[in-house]
């Protein structure tokens, strides 16, 4: 089969009887070679015949174009190479489709346009008002380009409307052009005789209380005809109420106790603003309250003048008092802005004076700010944080107004505290504890022989008197000292002695490694073997032990072997270690 065909099959289903180029391509005959190409855009190509047996056959079809063959407009294409059918075809932009196939395709004209690749038989009219402008010679493709505003009129929430008198636009505008949604004012003093104005010299209306100015109407502003310095003075009168006027700053408004007259407020008091330029007429225009908690001064002439008090932060409704915490800075104009970590701001309602800047925000009881941080100097806001246990954190003086900064600070000899971010110390410390009927912290003092404490209360805690049945003894003794001559067996004699209330006695330490020294425990099955983790072969040495306290008795070691030997090396290795020893004092010698 030739590359690129499709067989034709025989009436009985299986044999091929002739080859054809499948729909979407047509044939290409160069000489005695021939191939399928893709049907190229603007064209359509159903393809070989189904039917076709003999060579004479229609075997590859045409490349049929989607214009009318006797047009000259070329408005049909594709949306891409490959269409098989007439239905395939498109119009382009600017253009529809014709009523039947054998026709060209319809050209948009006037105030009409089309998209691109569209199947429209009829061309998209403008939006009542809109027009396309006489001197408009582009393709009708875009209806921003097509559809414009004409002259005397603009564009508002998408209508089109006239100009109000005394307003114009000579020329036409697009819709997407922002100068489309207002109209141009005539010169001071004019107005027109109509809406909808065009030309600029139409505005030859004079207002009321003006006269003419220069010689050709509307081309200049015109005068007050009562301040017109040619006119008598017994002539300067007003020629009607457009004359009255208020400055910037001030407000008119109806007159309660006759509505038929109006009353200036000059200026507007403060926490108002009035109107931004001298108005003429009799107008309402009444002094404007600034938004909720905003101040101005008086005669102010604009929102801009409204500013937020110290304390309060800009929202939309206007500035509401920070809640603690929170502070914002006086006519900003921005939202509140939350103290860095472990710092408040005092919150007094109605008076922000305390939230006025970061400097505001102080350290919070249990915090301590890190004056030691490079960008911290006197005035700056430094980085703050819980204090660690053992320390705490008095925080800023309740009366400061701004922040000194405090640290933490470090509790006195045998006082703690029981949580990180405490204000005050409230326990003992490890060790220490009450010892007398007061129960304050400033009692603490070092634990009795015989007692302990683990530094989460104020007091100490008597050593267990539960008999363990050890080989050596079954007394408890504290780890920090003690009168005892002896260590329990899971214990280490430390080289200093304990000497405390006219007593003196040795100091035990819990031994390290891999077992503990339980009575029957997994590897000294007597209770007199310890086993240790070595850091190369089975040397005994302190050197050699890993976490070996310095605090020991090295003298106390032997030189490993015997006692339970055996089981002390399975043991190291199923925790994965190459060597281990055994090697203190057994009770009866080592074995």
């Not at 915490?325 to 472990?342: K, L, N, R, T």
Request: glycine letters at 10%; hydrophobic letters at 30%.
């Amino acid at each position: 089969m030739v590359r690129g065909y499709v067989p034709v099959k025989g009436s009985d289903g299986k044999s091929v009887v002739q080859c054809v180029c499948p729909a979407g391509t047509y044939q290409v005959q160069s000489g005695s070679s021939r191939s399928c190409a893709p049907c190229p855009l603007g064209s359509f190509c159903p393809g070989g015949s189904p039917t076709a047996r003999r060579p004479t056959d229609n075997l590859g079809g045409q490349a049929r174009s989607c214009n009318a063959n006797s047009s000259s407009i070329d408005g049909l294409t594709t949306k891409a190479e490959r269409a098989s059918k007439a239905a395939d075809c498109v119009a382009k932009a600017g253009y529809v489709l014709p009523a039947s196939r054998d026709q060209p395709a319809v050209e948009c004209t006037g105030s009409s346009y089309s998209p691109a690749y569209n199947r429209l038989r009829a061309c998209l009219p403008c939006q009542p008002g809109l027009a396309a402008p006489p001197t408009y010679s582009g393709p009708r493709t875009d209806r921003s380009d097509v559809c414009q505003v004409p002259p005397g009129k603009f564009w508002e929430l998408n209508v089109v409307r006239n100009c109000p008198k005394g307003l114009y636009r000579p020329s036409w505008v697009r819709t997407d052009n922002k100068t489309g949604v207002a109209c141009l004012s005539c010169l001071e003093g004019w107005t027109t005789a109509a809406t909808a104005t065009i030309p600029v010299g139409m505005c030859n209306v004079l207002l009321p209380g003006f006269k003419l100015a220069a010689t050709t109407p509307g081309s200049e502003p015109a005068v007050d005809a009562d301040e017109s310095p040619d006119a008598a003075a017994d002539s300067k009168v007003a020629a009607s109420s457009a004359s009255c006027y208020i400055k910037a700053g001030w407000g008119m408004s109806f007159d309660p106790t006759d509505f038929a007259k109006f009353k200036a407020t000059k200026p507007c008091p403060e926490n108002t603003y009035g109107v931004a330029n001298e108005t003429f007429g009799l107008i309402n225009a009444p002094c404007k309250a600034c938004t909720k908690n905003l101040k101005s001064p008086p005669g102010s002439t604009s929102f801009a003048a409204c500013k937020n008090r110290a304390g309060f932060g800009y929202t939309s409704e206007g500035a509401n008092q920070c809640p603690d915490g929170f502070w914002a800075a006086q006519d900003e104009m921005s939202p509140c802005e939350q103290c860095p970590p472990c710092r408040t701001t005092d919150y007094e309602p109605g008076n922000g004076s305390k939230q006025a800047s970061i400097r505001h925000c102080k350290v919070q009881p249990g915090c301590g700010a890190d004056t030691t941080s490079p960008s911290s100097n006197s005035t700056d806001v430094a980085p703050a944080d819980k204090c660690p246990i053992g320390f705490y954190g008095p925080g800023d003086v309740p009366t400061a107004n701004t922040t000194a900064n405090p640290g933490c600070l470090r509790c006195p000899a045998g006082q703690s505290t029981s949580a990180p971010g405490s204000a005050a110390c409230d326990v003992c410390a490890a060790g220490s504890g009450i010892q007398d009927s007061s129960d304050v912290v400033s009692a603490c003092s070092a634990c009795a022989c015989g007692s302990y404490s683990t530094g989460q209360g104020k007091a100490c805690i008597a050593c267990p008197t539960t008999p363990f049945n050890h080989h050596v003894g079954d007394t408890y003794v504290s780890v920090a000292g003690g009168n005892a001559t002896y260590c329990p067996g899971e214990m280490f004699q430390t080289i200093t002695p304990c000497t405390r209330e006219n007593k003196t006695g040795i100091i035990c330490l819990p031994r390290t490694g891999l077992c503990s020294g339980t009575v029957n425990g997994p590897c000294a099955r007597t209770g007199q073997c310890q086993c240790f983790a070595t850091k190369g072969g089975a040397n005994c040495k302190a050197n050699n032990m890993y976490n070996w306290p310095s605090e020991l008795d090295i003298n106390q070691l032997g030189d490993g072997g015997g006692c339970a030997e055996n089981l002390c090396k399975a043991m190291a290795s199923k925790q994965g270690l190459s060597a281990s020893c055994c090697p203190l004092p057994c009770a009866s010698g080592r074995k």
